[in-house]
């Protein structure tokens, strides 16, 4: 079983910037793709960023030249760096992983508990 935690959400106002973080944990043989996603109230879960273990990204329109995703594949973290935060942005964001486990290699779909960003003056 792999677990994500996520921690660094929290209250930032207009412009400001945050640092999300994530970290797997468990059975883990491999990741593929650790990724952010966000669901504001009332809203669907979204993609906001994406990262591949060789390092290729994905972002949302929404997002392209505010946030910053990276990872450390020797530690099984990803990292969401968000710049220029509006108000818009306000959702729980949740952390996501993708790979084999190392029981069986199975392959797991892991999400985390969720992180609240509030961006609000």
């Known amino acids: 079983q792999v677990q994500l935690v996520e921690s660094g959400g929290g209250l930032v106002q207009p412009g400001g910037s945050l640092r999300l973080s994530c970290a797997a944990s468990?059975?883990?043989?491999?990741?593929?793709?650790m990724g952010w996603y966000r669901q504001a109230p009332g809203k669907e879960r979204e993609l906001v960023a994406a990262i591949t273990s060789g390092g290729m990204t994905n972002y949302a329109e929404s997002v392209k030249g505010r946030f910053t995703i990276s990872r450390d594949n020797a530690k099984n973290t990803v990292h969401l760096q968000m710049n220029s935060l509006k108000p818009e942005d306000t959702a729980v964001y949740y952390c996501?992983?993708?790979?084999?486990?190392?029981?069986?290699?199975?392959?797991?779909?892991?999400w985390g508990q969720g992180t609240q960003v509030t961006v609000s003056s």
């Open positions: 468990g059975s883990i043989f491999s990741i593929n793709t």
């Open positions: 996501n992983a993708d790979g084999r486990s190392s029981w069986y290699y199975k392959q797991f779909d892991s």
